[in-house]
């Protein structure tokens, strides 16, 4: 039996004053599990190439408080992969070179490079860290992240309503490992990835197959539901926060423990006003916690996950046990919790209405619900499936353009742009080889109707796509859900990289801009970063353009993403950026710090050409402007600079 401790342990913290640096050393490695040493089986299947950090899935927990400073030094010891760090849910403010998205904020590290990942942490909650580039962290490249602050008052009185926690891991799972699922997406015929076979909750579930003939050579031997599901014991009478983190590729869930009500109290690092459910729907990328009193007969309880809006897929498990009572084997014949049908939209819909936030006035953001109406720049993004005539490939797009990624990424692209000579001012600024993504889709027709007879079955445009936006201005989406080409409207989920959001509507049919609005929540709508766009349904966002960066905007269904990201990039007010950093500049570089003030004077640069010959300087060396011959602009250099001389250009 596999115990899954409650007691959350930290990095090596290093306090000064109140604050404190949390510093992390991953080193992720590919891993298979064997006939001879199964460590690496999540499920009991063997063979199955993983990407781990630390060789733990789900991967190190990055614990901190707001005002801390969180370092992660990445080694990637992977020969093959390229990868990039994203802090799911995590804004960011003020830090948009430390995204971790490939190709939008950084270029991706090659195998056997050191990345470094430093920020100060502003957004308290439950948040997840996962690779973002093609599907590594479908192969266990991801974890949880605990954000807690201490000054916050409704932290505090929330801290005072359970005596422990713990984090429950989500993850769809499969026998073939991302690489191969993605060489499907991207041939032609098209081969979809189709369902995972294993559920994994807290990194433990087991193989159906396995588990009916454990003597199979592709199986564990020691394959039972003992050695592989995991278990939370607790104690009678306490109340737990359970932090819920579905890091599912592609199916939303629904989650319920046998005999125990829940209480939902917080969403994506936002306290909400608590309610009680039975189970609770969450979808790719959502984060929940609800507070569950161990209130029944001691004994052993199953906690399960069922599928939701596809109409297959694999049992999650996992056990909750009291503590004091008889260790017994597992078995599925012991009671187990009632999960809504896969395709009923009314608990979604319930939990969508409960779901407000409690004191909305104490978010820096909450005047965006008082704006007034003719100030709001409204954006309505219509996802569709189209065809690529020229890549004969089936793709998604967001009105009509399919994204693609860029050769450098989109921040370093948004900030060369608007400092060129002789360029319009943002947002007018035309980003070169880069597509603008329309406020509007291009045609509008019934989006309950199939799209062949409409906006047709081919995309209008493809590239590296984008919206500008300007840094203060206040943005609702409208995101609207369309059927797929085979006629199947499914169900989506939107994360927003840079920012929260408020949900402030959400409907079914045609969004409809005279109508629709009146029944919006203006007054205590739920913050938070993933929404849910339900089948042939609509759900409008709103939110302030706060966060001069490159930002991405796309469904967390990995697969979605990858056909064209089924989203877009939100660029704010690159002209208002700091220069950005080597490791944003060059894909041989990984420094992500941007460029420290120079000395005697001498400004930042990115570009000789750009930054430094218009101002009287000759040389653009490390982010600072010098010349060969003027020590009263920066150090005297002749010829090719040492790295001591290198270091002498810039302050300490």
């Given at each position: 039996m596999k115990i899954f401790s409650l007691v959350l342990t930290c990095c090596q913290a290093i306090h000064s004053g109140e604050a404190s640096l949390r510093e992390y050393t991953w080193?992720?490695?590919?891993?298979?599990?064997?006939?001879?040493?199964?460590?690496?089986?999540?499920?009991?299947?063997?063979?199955?190439?993983?990407?781990?950090?630390?060789?733990?899935?789900?991967?190190?927990?990055?614990?901190?408080?707001?005002g801390d400073t969180v370092r992660v030094n990445l080694v990637n010891h992977s020969p093959t992969e390229t990868v990039s760090l994203h802090f799911h849910g995590l804004t960011m403010l003020g830090q948009p070179y430390v995204d971790g998205t490939g190709s939008v904020s950084q270029c991706a590290s090659g195998p056997s490079q050191t990345q470094v990942y430093e920020f100060t942490v502003t957004d308290a909650g439950t948040h997840y860290w996962h690779g973002h580039v093609s599907m590594e962290r479908a192969d266990g490249f991801q974890g949880p992240i605990v954000i807690t602050d201490p000054s916050n008052k409704d932290e505090k009185a929330l801290a005072d309503?359970?005596?422990?926690e713990a984090v429950i891991f989500l993850q769809d799972w499969y026998r073939l490992d991302g690489n191969y699922?993605?060489?499907?997406?991207?041939?032609?015929?098209?081969?979809?990835?189709?369902?995972?076979?294993t559920f994994l909750i807290n990194g433990g579930g087991a193989l159906s197959s396995c588990l009916s003939n454990p003597s199979d050579v592709s199986c564990a031997g020691d394959c039972s539901l003992d050695n592989y599901i995991r278990t939370i014991e607790v104690d009678a009478g306490k109340t737990y926060r359970l932090r819920l983190i579905s890091a599912t590729e592609l199916i939303g869930v629904n989650f319920a423990i046998q005999g125990h009500q829940m209480t939902v109290v917080e969403v994506e690092g936002t306290i909400v006003q608590p309610f009680e459910v039975q189970s609770l729907d969450i979808m790719p990328a959502q984060r929940y916690s609800v507070l569950v009193t161990m209130d029944q007969t001691p004994d052993y309880y199953w906690a399960t996950t069922s599928v939701r809006y596809r109409n297959a897929g694999p049992t999650g498990y996992i056990n909750i046990k009291y503590s004091g009572i008889p260790t017994a084997n597992f078995t599925l014949s012991r009671p187990m919790p009632m999960h809504p049908n896969w395709n009923d939209t009314q608990p979604t819909i319930d939990l969508e209405n409960q779901l407000v936030t409690k004191n909305v006035d104490e978010y820096d953001d909450s005047d965006v619900l008082k704006s007034d109406p003719t100030s709001i720049r409204r954006i309505i993004v219509v996802g569709t499936q189209a065809r690529d005539m020229s890549l004969s490939l089936l793709r998604w797009a967001a009105n009509n353009v399919t994204n693609m990624m860029s050769d450098e990424p989109m921040v370093l692209s948004s900030y060369n742009a608007v400092h060129a000579q002789g360029t319009a001012s943002w947002p007018d600024t035309e980003i070169p080889g880069h597509?603008?993504?329309?406020?509007?889709?291009?045609?509008?027709?019934?989006?309950?109707?199939?799209?062949?007879?409409?906006?047709?079955?081919?995309?209008?445009?493809?590239?590296?796509?984008?919206?500008?936006?300007?840094?203060?201005?206040?943005?609702?989406?409208?995101?609207?859900?369309?059927?797929?080409?085979?006629?199947?409207?499914?169900?989506?989920?939107?994360?927003?990289?840079?920012?929260?959001?408020?949900?402030?509507?959400m409907g079914f049919g045609t969004f409809d801009e005279a109508t629709d609005v009146?029944?919006?929540?203006?007054?205590?709508?739920?913050?938070?970063?993933?929404?849910?766009?339900?089948?042939l349904g609509w759900t409008a966002l709103r939110f302030k353009a706060n966060n001069p960066g490159a930002w991405s905007f796309h469904?967390?269904?990995?697969?979605?993403?990858?056909?064209?990201?089924?989203?877009?990039?939100?660029?704010?007010?690159?002209?208002?950026?700091?220069?950005?950093?080597?490791?944003?500049?060059?894909?041989?570089?990984?420094?992500?710090?941007?460029?420290?003030?120079?000395?005697?004077?001498?400004?930042a640069c990115i570009d000789a050409a750009t930054d430094c010959m218009t101002k009287g300087f000759s040389h653009c060396l490390d982010g600072c402007c010098w010349n060969f011959d003027s020590p009263t602009k920066s150090p005297m250099m002749h010829g090719p600079a040492s790295k001591a001389e290198k270091r002498n250009i810039m302050k300490a």
């Amino acid at each position: 039996m596999k115990i899954f401790s409650l007691v959350l342990t930290c990095c090596q913290a290093i306090h000064s004053g109140e604050a404190s640096l949390r510093e992390y050393t991953w080193t992720l490695r590919p891993r298979r599990a064997q006939k001879n040493d199964p460590t690496f089986s999540p499920d009991c299947y063997l063979d199955r190439p993983m990407l781990l950090v630390n060789d733990q899935y789900p991967g190190p927990a990055i614990e901190a408080s707001v005002g801390d400073t969180v370092r992660v030094n990445l080694v990637n010891h992977s020969p093959t992969e390229t990868v990039s760090l994203h802090f799911h849910g995590l804004t960011m403010l003020g830090q948009p070179y430390v995204d971790g998205t490939g190709s939008v904020s950084q270029c991706a590290s090659g195998p056997s490079q050191t990345q470094v990942y430093e920020f100060t942490v502003t957004d308290a909650g439950t948040h997840y860290w996962h690779g973002h580039v093609s599907m590594e962290r479908a192969d266990g490249f991801q974890g949880p992240i605990v954000i807690t602050d201490p000054s916050n008052k409704d932290e505090k009185a929330l801290a005072d309503m359970y005596d422990e926690e713990a984090v429950i891991f989500l993850q769809d799972w499969y026998r073939l490992d991302g690489n191969y699922r993605r060489t499907g997406l991207d041939t032609n015929p098209f081969i979809w990835i189709g369902n995972a076979q294993t559920f994994l909750i807290n990194g433990g579930g087991a193989l159906s197959s396995c588990l009916s003939n454990p003597s199979d050579v592709s199986c564990a031997g020691d394959c039972s539901l003992d050695n592989y599901i995991r278990t939370i014991e607790v104690d009678a009478g306490k109340t737990y926060r359970l932090r819920l983190i579905s890091a599912t590729e592609l199916i939303g869930v629904n989650f319920a423990i046998q005999g125990h009500q829940m209480t939902v109290v917080e969403v994506e690092g936002t306290i909400v006003q608590p309610f009680e459910v039975q189970s609770l729907d969450i979808m790719p990328a959502q984060r929940y916690s609800v507070l569950v009193t161990m209130d029944q007969t001691p004994d052993y309880y199953w906690a399960t996950t069922s599928v939701r809006y596809r109409n297959a897929g694999p049992t999650g498990y996992i056990n909750i046990k009291y503590s004091g009572i008889p260790t017994a084997n597992f078995t599925l014949s012991r009671p187990m919790p009632m999960h809504p049908n896969w395709n009923d939209t009314q608990p979604t819909i319930d939990l969508e209405n409960q779901l407000v936030t409690k004191n909305v006035d104490e978010y820096d953001d909450s005047d965006v619900l008082k704006s007034d109406p003719t100030s709001i720049r409204r954006i309505i993004v219509v996802g569709t499936q189209a065809r690529d005539m020229s890549l004969s490939l089936l793709r998604w797009a967001a009105n009509n353009v399919t994204n693609m990624m860029s050769d450098e990424p989109m921040v370093l692209s948004s900030y060369n742009a608007v400092h060129a000579q002789g360029t319009a001012s943002w947002p007018d600024t035309e980003i070169p080889g880069h597509v603008r993504v329309p406020d509007r889709p291009p045609n509008v027709w019934d989006y309950t109707q199939p799209v062949q007879g409409s906006v047709g079955e081919y995309n209008g445009d493809r590239g590296p796509s984008y919206i500008p936006l300007v840094e203060g201005e206040v943005v609702e989406v409208v995101l609207q859900n369309a059927r797929a080409l085979n006629g199947v409207a499914e169900m989506h989920a939107w994360h927003l990289h840079g920012h929260s959001f408020y949900v402030v509507g959400m409907g079914f049919g045609t969004f409809d801009e005279a109508t629709d609005v009146a029944s919006y929540n203006l007054i205590n709508p739920v913050r938070r970063d993933t929404a849910t766009l339900l089948p042939l349904g609509w759900t409008a966002l709103r939110f302030k353009a706060n966060n001069p960066g490159a930002w991405s905007f796309h469904c967390t269904m990995t697969a979605h993403a990858l056909m064209g990201r089924m989203g877009l990039v939100f660029v704010t007010s690159p002209d208002m950026l700091k220069p950005p950093p080597i490791g944003a500049r060059s894909c041989l570089a990984t420094n992500l710090k941007s460029p420290s003030t120079c000395i005697n004077g001498a400004p930042a640069c990115i570009d000789a050409a750009t930054d430094c010959m218009t101002k009287g300087f000759s040389h653009c060396l490390d982010g600072c402007c010098w010349n060969f011959d003027s020590p009263t602009k920066s150090p005297m250099m002749h010829g090719p600079a040492s790295k001591a001389e290198k270091r002498n250009i810039m302050k300490a």
